[in-house]
């Protein structure tokens, strides 16, 4: 589209020049230079492999069958088998070089900050390296699972899936280290204006011998590698045959780790939704009592319902939110529909619901439509709820199903919000409340890494070391961005 962007088609061959910028490398095709977006690419998977040992492609994008069925490499290896000794190899090699990266943190960086206690905190080191040490203990011990299943002779028949199955429960820490990198993030780029941390950082760097790259890509390693599993398994698992005695563990290990990846994700969209609920409570009149985010954050749905309550067995029309753990209760002005007051507010995990047939009621002794009840196990405390529609209060009896079982599933996976998380996300809320206006979103992060220079990657250096550190998200596009502000609804 630009002047300076390389043009690629599927199947095209790119020299890497420059990936110091995390979403666009510097590549060459043929006499073409220009930038290209990393995302779009994926790696040889064996950087010294000469191309013409890479099996043929047909439209499909499947393998040419004259190719893989027929070729045989060494002693009656087929071109799978080649294939799969090579994603094995790229497996542990990577790996090797991902400990090293790690262990070159924790010991170039981490080591020599806590001997520099007039510069850095021990809540600043936690905030810039989160739990990078508890990672680099769990991938060590990792490591040597990977080379005990590791078959030096006939590395293709080595079986690997079984010990991704053993560490997935492990692997969920770094759950916490994605959480916290744009706090780290931030928290560099607001050290990094100061000299004297600049060049601290960098005499680390050149103590340690560590590649021309700076901290801030060598924390984004540990992001990129946890998202890099399910892409390294399903490339395994194209190239085990069924009949390999590894191949149940490998798809049943792809899956694990999804989940894991996936879990990662959901973690940090909640995160994200808790500053959306503090800033919904912000916008609430007459606030009363402990706010949402003490014990919940999820909004699983909300709406406006018919509320009916001893003694009086008065109906009165509010509009509920169903947290998790908690339904808040609001009344709307009478005069201004969109400003809320706050009435009360029901635990959820005292509840039971019960769901009511059309007619009268026998508790209440009225007559009801499109109705369920909340009753309290401990205090014998009922509350009917009407809906205006049958299908309101199926979405409502859903909602209430889905919340029981969102509290089950943070029990099992152990998630839950910091006091320091909480804490920030009411004071961004009550700033934004006072100021009127929605606070500029601001990428500290993103705008010191486009102010640096793009060099060359010196020519010494084995490319792949770098390439590992450099698998960027897509660059936005404003085609899709204006697509978006015609969508009249968004997920």
């Known amino acids: 589209m630009d002047d300076q962007e ?66 045989r490499f060494g002693m009656g290896q087929t071109t799978k088998d ?9 497996i542990i090699s990577t790996e090797r070089d991902y400990i090293k990266h790690l262990k070159d943190i924790c010991e170039g960086y981490i080591k020599q900050c806590r001997k520099r206690a007039d510069m850095f ?19 060590k011990k990792f490591v040597k699972a990977l080379e005990k299943k590791f078959n030096k002779d006939h590395p293709h028949l080595s079986e690997v899936g079984s010990c991704f199955l053993e560490y997935q429960t492990e692997f969920q820490i770094y759950s916490e280290y994605c959480n916290n990198h744009p706090n780290a993030c931030m928290e560099l780029s607001r050290l990094t204006k100061v000299n004297k941390y600049v060049y601290f950082f960098e005499a680390c760097r050149l103590l340690q011998k560590m590649i021309d790259i700076s901290l801030d890509g060598f924390l984004l390693t540990p992001v990129q590698k946890i998202c890099k599993y399910p892409l390294q398994l ?78 009086q067995a008065k109906s009165q029309q509010r509009m509920f939110f169903l947290f998790d753990h908690q339904l808040v209760c ?34 209440f002794n009225i007559s009801v439509k499109n109705a369920f009840k909340l009753h309290c196990r401990d205090t014998e405390e009922v509350h009917i709820f009407c ?66 220079k793009h060099p060359t990657l010196p020519t010494t250096l084995p490319q792949q070391q770098v390439f590992m550190l450099a698998e960027p998200k897509r660059k936005p596009s404003n085609f899709w961005q204006n697509i978006s502000r015609l969508t009249p609804f968004r997920k």
């Open 82 to 90: 080649q294939m799969r000794t090579n994603v094995i190899n790229e």
């Open 330 to 363: 609001c009344k709307k002005d009478l005069l201004r529909r969109d400003i809320l007051y706050y009435k009360s507010r029901i635990n959820m995990d005292d509840m039971e619901i019960l769901d009511v047939e059309d007619g009268k009621d026998k508790d």
């Open 387 to 452: 809906a205006k529609k049958p299908e309101q209060k199926q979405r409502w009896l859903k909602a209430f199903e889905n919340e029981r079982r969102q509290v089950q599933l943070d029990q099992e996976t152990g998630f839950s919000i910091t006091e320091v998380q909480k804490k920030q996300a009411m004071l961004n809320a009550s700033k934004q409340h006072h100021t009127g206006k929605p606070k500029a979103v601001t990428r500290p992060y993103y705008d010191f890494l486009m102010r640096q």
């Open 234 to 311: 399903a490339e395994l698992l194209k190239y085990t045959n069924p009949q390999h005695r590894d191949f149940k563990d490998v798809e049943a290990a792809l899956n694990a780790m999804k989940n894991v990846a996936r879990l990662i994700n959901e973690r940090k969209r909640r995160l994200e939704n808790i500053d959306k609920i503090a800033q919904w409570q912000s916008s609430i009149e007459d606030w009363e009592g402990e706010d949402v985010l003490v014990r919940s954050s999820e909004l699983i749905y909300s709406g406006e319902l018919a509320k009916i309550s001893h003694p």
């Open 121 to 139: 905190t021990e809540e600043q080191l936690k905030t810039i390296f989160g739990n990078i040490e508890d990672i680099y203990r769990c991938q």
């Open 6 to 71: 390389l043009g690629f088609k599927a199947g095209d061959v790119i020299e890497v020049m420059d990936a110091t910028n995390k979403e666009w490398w510097w590549g060459r095709i043929l006499d073409s230079e220009g930038w290209f977006p990393a995302s779009f690419v994926r790696l040889r998977v064996n950087q010294d492999e000469p191309m013409e040992d890479y099996p043929l492609k047909v439209e499909g994008g499947k393998e040419d069958e004259s190719s893989s069925g027929t070729r």
